[in-house]
C-alpha cells in the first residue's frame, strides 16, 4: 500500500506498515455492519481485559496507550486502533478462508456459506465461522498495537515473581467468589444510597425493565412534579451516578483491605 499521494505534513502521522495490505476491495465487501460492531466490543473488551490483568486500568474507561503516549493511528483509545487493524485483517482472512476452504453449512435465510472447513498446518481440521475468524483478527491487530500476551523475562522467572503471580490468581479466584460479601458489606442497609435503593425496589417489581420508565418512576417519587419531567430525571440520574461512584469506591476498598491484610510486612534487620 502506498501512501505517495499524501502530503508529507501528514505522512509521518500515518503507521509505515498498515494491517492487511493485501486486501482487496472484494474482501472489504464481505464486512458486514454486523461484523465490524462485533469487532469493535470484542476489541474495547479484549483490550479492557489485559489492561485489568496487568493493573493498568485508565479512570476514563480508555484502553492504556501503548506506544509512546499515543495510539497507532492518534485514538486516545487503543482498542479503536485494535478495532481498525481488526477489521482489515478480518476481511483478508475471510477471503482467504472463502477461497481455499470447503463450505461446511448454508445460513438458511440469506443462502450464503456461514462456516468452513478449516485445516490447520499443524492440528486436526475444525469448522471456522465469521466469530471465531473475527476473534482471530482481534488477537492479531491487539498483539501489533501492543496487547499481546506478555513474554516471559528472566524477572518473570523468579521464585519471587511465581510466587507473585500465585497470589495474583488466588486473589482474582477468591474475590470472584466473594463479590456477593464485598457488594453487601459496602451497602449496608442502603441508607447510604437513597435513589439507587429506590432505582432497584422499582426494577425489582417490574416485568419489563424496557417500558417500566424505572428513572421516570424514582424521580416523581423523589422530587414530585410531572412524570417524564427532563429536569427531574436529570437530577435523579446525576445523583445515581454519584451514588454509584460512592458505593464502587467503597468496595475497592474493602477488596484492597481484604487482599493487603495477610500480606508479609517487611521487618528491618536488628543490629
Given at each position: 500500500?502506498?501512501h505517495?499521494?499524501v502530503?508529507?505534513?501528514?505522512?509521518?502521522?500515518?503507521?509505515?506498515?498498515?494491517?492487511g495490505?493485501?486486501?482487496?476491495?472484494?474482501?472489504?465487501?464481505?464486512?458486514?455492519d454486523?461484523?465490524w460492531s462485533a469487532?469493535?466490543?470484542?476489541?474495547?473488551r479484549?483490550?479492557?481485559k489485559?489492561?485489568?490483568?496487568?493493573?493498568?486500568?485508565r479512570?476514563?474507561?480508555?484502553?492504556?496507550?501503548?506506544r509512546?503516549g499515543?495510539?497507532?493511528?492518534?485514538?486516545?483509545d487503543?482498542s479503536?486502533d485494535?478495532?481498525?487493524?481488526?477489521?482489515?485483517?478480518?476481511?483478508?482472512?475471510?477471503?482467504?478462508?472463502?477461497?481455499?476452504?470447503?463450505?461446511?453449512s448454508?445460513?438458511?435465510?440469506?443462502r450464503e456459506p456461514d462456516?468452513?472447513q478449516?485445516q490447520?498446518q499443524?492440528?486436526?481440521?475444525?469448522?471456522?465461522d465469521?466469530?471465531?475468524?473475527?476473534?482471530?483478527?482481534?488477537?492479531a491487530?491487539?498483539?501489533?498495537?501492543?496487547?499481546?500476551?506478555p513474554?516471559?523475562?528472566?524477572e518473570g522467572?523468579?521464585?519471587e515473581?511465581a510466587?507473585?503471580?500465585?497470589?495474583?490468581l488466588?486473589?482474582?479466584?477468591y474475590?470472584?467468589a466473594?463479590?456477593?460479601?464485598?457488594?453487601?458489606?459496602a451497602?449496608?442497609?442502603?441508607s447510604?444510597?437513597?435513589?439507587l435503593?429506590r432505582?432497584m425496589?422499582?426494577?425489582?417489581?417490574?416485568?419489563?425493565l424496557?417500558?417500566?420508565?424505572?428513572?421516570?418512576?424514582v424521580a416523581?417519587?423523589?422530587?414530585?412534579?410531572k412524570?417524564?419531567?427532563?429536569?427531574?430525571?436529570?437530577?435523579?440520574?446525576?445523583?445515581a451516578?454519584?451514588e454509584?461512584r460512592?458505593?464502587?469506591?467503597?468496595?475497592?476498598?474493602i477488596r484492597d483491605?481484604?487482599?493487603?491484610r495477610?500480606?508479609?510486612t517487611?521487618?528491618?534487620?536488628?543490629?
Amino acid at each position: 500500500m502506498s501512501h505517495s499521494f499524501v502530503s508529507p505534513v501528514f505522512s509521518r502521522d500515518i503507521p509505515s506498515a498498515v494491517a492487511g495490505e493485501a486486501v482487496t476491495a472484494e474482501d472489504m465487501a464481505r464486512v458486514t455492519d454486523a461484523d465490524w460492531s462485533a469487532i469493535v466490543v470484542h476489541a474495547r473488551r479484549y483490550c479492557w481485559k489485559v489492561d485489568a490483568s496487568q493493573s493498568r486500568k485508565r479512570a476514563d474507561g480508555s484502553a492504556t496507550i501503548a506506544r509512546d503516549g499515543q495510539g497507532t493511528y492518534g485514538h486516545d483509545d487503543v482498542s479503536d486502533d485494535v478495532a481498525q487493524d481488526a477489521v482489515l485483517i478480518y476481511a483478508r482472512r475471510l477471503g482467504v478462508i472463502i477461497r481455499s476452504c470447503v463450505v461446511a453449512s448454508v445460513d438458511v435465510a440469506t443462502r450464503e456459506p456461514d462456516r468452513w472447513q478449516y485445516q490447520p498446518q499443524d492440528g486436526e481440521m475444525f469448522l471456522a465461522d465469521r466469530a471465531l475468524i473475527r476473534k482471530w483478527a482481534v488477537q492479531a491487530a491487539a498483539r501489533r498495537n501492543g496487547y499481546g500476551a506478555p513474554k516471559p523475562t528472566s524477572e518473570g522467572t523468579t521464585p519471587e515473581a511465581a510466587e507473585q503471580r500465585a497470589r495474583h490468581l488466588a486473589s482474582v479466584t477468591y474475590f470472584a467468589a466473594m463479590s456477593e460479601v464485598v457488594f453487601a458489606s459496602a451497602w449496608g442497609d442502603g441508607s447510604d444510597f437513597p435513589t439507587l435503593r429506590r432505582i432497584m425496589d422499582v426494577a425489582n417489581c417490574a416485568d419489563d425493565l424496557g417500558r417500566a420508565g424505572v428513572f421516570s418512576t424514582v424521580a416523581q417519587q423523589t422530587y414530585g412534579g410531572k412524570y417524564g419531567s427532563r429536569r427531574v430525571m436529570i437530577k435523579t440520574r446525576d445523583a445515581a451516578r454519584a451514588e454509584a461512584r460512592e458505593l464502587s469506591a467503597r468496595c475497592d476498598a474493602i477488596r484492597d483491605d481484604l487482599a493487603h491484610r495477610d500480606r508479609p510486612t517487611k521487618r528491618t534487620p536488628e543490629h
